[in-house]
Each structure stands twice: as C-alpha cells, then as structure tokens.
C-alpha cells in the first residue's frame, strides 16, 4: 500500500484461499461432543486449538520445510508441560529436513522425520482431525504438528498403548470409558493372534480341551487351511480397495453384497470351509476399532507372518513368531527417540494406568 505524502511503503498479506467448512471429520465422529473439525487451512486449525486453550503458554512455532513448497509446518505444545529435550529433537528435526517439498502432506513429513526403518510397519504418530483431542493431548505435555494443506494434526510423540485410547471414551463415564477401553485391548490381542491359534490347535488337534471341540473343522475340503486364509486375506484388501473406489452411494451396498456373495457361494463351492470365512470375517471388522488404519495394517503383517511360521515350524514357528513381533515393538523408536512400549518400558505406573483405564477428571494433576 502506498500513501501520498508519505516515502514508505506498506506490504499487506492479503491472500486468500478456498476453504471448506469445519465440519466434523467422517473419521473421527463421537457420540457426544463437538461436531468441528480441522481443515487444510492452517490459520483456521490454530484458531480452533486457541479457543480450546486460552493460555499464554500455549506455544505455536511456524517452521518452513521445503525449499520449492516452502510449506508452513506448526509445532503446539504447553511450555509448562512439554519435555524440553524432546521439543528440541524435533525442532532439529524439522530445520535439517532438506526436500523440494512435501508432495504428500504430512506422510511426507513423517517420512523425513522417522528412522529409516522400511520393514517397520508400526505408525509413529497418532493422527487426529478434532480439536479437542489436538488440545487434550497439548494440555497432556504432548507436541502437535500441524501441517498447512492438511487437516490431519500429528500428536508426538506416540507409543503403541496410545493407540488404545479412543475420543469417546471421554465422553462417556469413568466406568463405561474404561470397559470401552478393555474391549478395545482384547480385541487389539485378538486381530493379532485369534487366527494363528486356531491354525496352531487345528494342526495338533491332540491341544484342543474338550471344552473347545466346537473350533474343530467339521467338513475339510482339499484346499490347504494356510492356503484359504492367505486367500482370504488377500481377498478382504481386494475389497477394501474396490470399496474405496466406489462411489460413495454404491460402496455400502457393494460391500454386503460382495461379502455374501463371495462368503456363501465360496463355501458352498467347496472353496473354503466356513470356520474360515467366519474367523477371517471377525478379525476383517475388529481391525476397525481402533482409530489407525496403520496399526491395523501391521497387525495383519505380523499375523500373516505368524500363519506362515505356524504352517513351517508349528508350535516352535508361533514361539518364534511372538518373539520376533515383541521384539520389533520393543525396538521401535517414536519421532523424538522415545521407546514405543513406554509407558512400560521404561516404566511408569501412573501413565500407564491413565492409559489402560480411563480415570475421573478431578483425579488428574492439572
């Protein structure tokens, strides 16, 4: 801007951009609660996180990462809460990433963030669009990174009990919080390794209690039980992508009529015996109870290598399995360098009990 009479010149930022409406995320929907939601404005996410915490040691710092995108990046934290030794690795983390631009959001980011670990399928951040869960987890001591361009905000640093933790279970009761939370550990256990044990018993029949005699194969066929459950789990991806595909109005009814479709008449052909469609089909569904489609892919590697080592080596292949997968997890670095098996390793009982349990809020230090 430019006045007369005066030798200086003003520069203004006026740009503007599309934007959508913060609407609530179809990812992340909740029961109870706001109904807002992040969106690929940066200005806008920060002002929804500034209304949730009016304090002055909320702390927003604008990184530009890329030399041709130079796309604006935003670390939150509490600077009354925040571990200092782990905002300072992410910082140099952020200032020594030398791309021309993040083509991909904030996968790209994390890709020049995490250890270079490419048979290393476990997520090491939690994703989140809601601003309430964004700011929990700030007042928690928490960093979230956010990302112009991108609605969805990285929580770090994240350990795998995180993941155990829903929205909802906050807006529900104490106790109906902590059985939700419960549930969702018993079914985390069972995606991994219902299928490789009933593999195991139905392999050494001479295993099974007369109590479980129900989970014995009734009809067998010619077709090898290692070869329909590779089969089968090849073929629920085959429909996860197709389902993606579809367009919106034809992808809930393209997914019943394609489980029935091929669920019946692949048993009737004498394809596979129904134990398998009915276990495989359990495990298909429990893998969307926990929020991370990332963890649920890693979940389904490590079982599909215990299946293979349980068909090679039986009982001594599942042992060997189940040490390879503890120690993968207890390996596995977050972002900033901390153990992903924290809080138990190293251990610290009150963290890991508010994550195992949901506890009252007046019993929490804030």
């Not at 300072?88 to 030398?98: P, T, V």
């Not at 009982?315 to 040490?323: E, N, Q």
């Not at 994550?355 to 009252?360: A, G, I, S, W």
Request: charged residues 15%.
């Amino acid at each position: 801007m430019v006045v007369e009479g005066y030798p200086e010149a003003i520069i203004i930022d006026a740009r503007t951009y599309p934007v959508r409406s913060v609407g609530e995320p179809d990812n992340d929907k909740v029961l109870r609660g706001p109904h807002d939601g992040f969106v690929e404005t940066l200005v806008f996410n920060t002002a929804l996180l500034r209304r949730r915490i009016r304090d002055t040691a909320l702390t927003m710092e604008i990184h530009s990462v890329g030399r041709v995108s130079q796309t604006d990046v935003v670390i939150c934290y509490m600077k009354d809460k925040v571990n200092c030794k782990m905002l300072d690795a992410l910082r140099k983390k952020l200032d020594s990433i030398n791309i021309n631009s993040l083509t991909m959001g904030q996968q790209s980011l994390i890709d020049c963030l995490v250890p270079k670990q490419w048979f290393n399928p476990f997520p090491k951040v939690r994703y989140t669009e809601r601003p309430d869960a964004a700011a929990a987890s700030i007042l928690e001591g928490s960093m979230v990174l956010m990302i112009d361009n991108s609605p969805a905000a990285m929580i770090i640093p994240t350990g795998i009990f995180d993941f155990l933790q829903d929205t909802n279970d906050y807006y529900m009761s104490p106790v109906i919080g902590s059985y939700m939370r419960i549930i969702r550990m018993a079914i985390f256990a069972m995606t991994m390794l219902l299928i490789p044990v009933w593999l195991l018993l139905v392999q050494n029949p001479e295993f099974i209690p007369p109590w479980l005699e129900f989970i014995k194969i009734e009809e067998p066929n010619t077709v090898p039980i290692v070869a329909q459950l590779f089969i089968v789990e090849v073929v629920i991806d085959a429909m996860r992508l197709a389902s993606i595909n579809t367009p919106q109005s034809l992808s809930s009814s393209f997914g019943v009529i394609g489980a029935l479709v091929l669920g019946e008449f692949a048993v009737s052909a004498g394809w596979f015996v129904s134990e398998v469609v009915l276990y495989m089909a359990f495990v298909a569904l429990t893998n969307f109870t926990q929020p991370s489609y990332e963890l649920g892919y890693a979940f389904k590697l490590f079982r599909m290598l215990l299946i293979a080592l349980i068909a090679l080596f039986d009982i001594w292949g599942f042992i060997a399995g189940i040490i390879l997968i503890i120690a993968e997890i207890a390996t596995t670095k977050t972002v900033t360098g901390q153990c992903y098996l924290y809080p138990l390793i190293p251990f610290k009982g009150s963290a890991l009990a508010s994550l195992l349990l949901r506890k009252p809020l007046n019993n929490k230090n804030n």
